[in-house]
């Protein structure tokens, strides 16, 4: 689907809701909604990564007429489930906004989905640990206030909307869900397994995280390329794709946190496994 024929689909969906009343497409890209009560409710699809000053220069214009916002990442741009990162300024602003949560938008075979992602403090420094929630039904759109303090960045008291989901991550079948993955996790850590995140609700019935075994060591070439990138051989052309955009976000020389030479480096294996990868599997 293209940009275009997501929005549709969205602003579809979003009409659907019992408290709204109309949805349309602005010329600047954005949806219009409006309810029953009046109220109105722009609607961002971020297909970009976005700048903290946009995101306050969006929220300052619409908070200022008592117009709601919302915005949707999109997930290529966001780490896998169970990584552990460092989120920039953009994406702890958006977290702060929805009450410590990201939505997300996605394409699969079965449509278009809405996801949600939480962080959650990682080890004694600045990282996070990446938390996908179930994936959300749309059916309710409220609008209200919130102030937050941080970021300082988007410091402010703003109009904002969401799709009244619940604090996944608080849900005990869910923590307990994750606990069991990391007992699973070190007791395979004394093993040469390699192992990948499937992301939760992604296809998986449980609606939680979990770790696929992938294999032992590579057998070939292309089987050492795809592990480069976190894969098996049965990964998808977009699964390549994805993992290749996550990875040269990473460890590109010009955005990467590594020592210039040591990124360069890096960045170099990794451009050149997805080259191989594409050519020989023309994926």
Not at 23 to 47: E, M, P
Not at 114 to 120: A, E, R, S, T, V
Not at 213 to 233: F, I, W
Not at 270 to 277: D, V
């Amino acid at each position: 689907m293209t940009a275009d024929e997501i929005k549709r689909w969205l602003c579809g969906k979003l009409a659907e809701v019992e408290s709204v009343r109309t949805c349309a497409h602005a010329q600047d890209g954005y949806l219009i909604v409006t309810t029953w009560t009046g109220t109105l409710i722009h609607v961002h699809l971020l297909a970009e990564a976005p700048r903290t000053r946009t995101i306050k220069r969006i929220l300052a214009d619409a908070s200022r007429i008592g117009i709601g916002v919302l915005f949707l990442l999109d997930a290529a741009l966001l780490p896998a489930d169970g990584e552990a990162f460092e989120p920039d300024e953009a994406l702890l602003a958006l977290h702060a906004l929805f009450r410590d949560k990201i939505y997300t938008y996605r394409q699969t075979p079965d449509g278009v989905k809405i996801g949600q992602l939480h962080f959650k403090p990682y080890g004694r420094g600045v990282e996070q640990e990446a938390w996908y929630g179930p994936d959300v039904e749309i059916k309710h759109l409220p609008c209200y206030k919130v102030w937050i303090k941080q970021p300082q960045s988007i410091r402010g008291d703003w109009l904002i909307a969401n799709f009244g989901t619940e604090a996944f991550w608080k849900q005990a079948d869910y923590t307990a869900g994750r606990s069991a993955f990391r007992q699973q996790s070190a007791r395979a850590s004394g093993n040469a397994q390699f192992y990948k995140w499937s992301n939760p609700g992604w296809g998986n019935p449980d609606g939680m995280g979990y770790r696929t075994p992938v294999s032992g060591a590579p057998e070939s070439e292309l089987d050492r390329c795809y592990q480069l990138l976190g894969l098996t051989r049965a990964a998808s052309e977009d699964d390549v794709k994805l993992a290749f955009r996550k990875l040269a976000r990473e460890f590109h020389p010009d955005v990467s946190k590594l020592p210039k030479d040591e990124a360069e480096a890096r960045f170099k294996r990794l451009y050149a496994a997805y080259r191989y990868i594409k050519t020989a599997s023309g994926k």
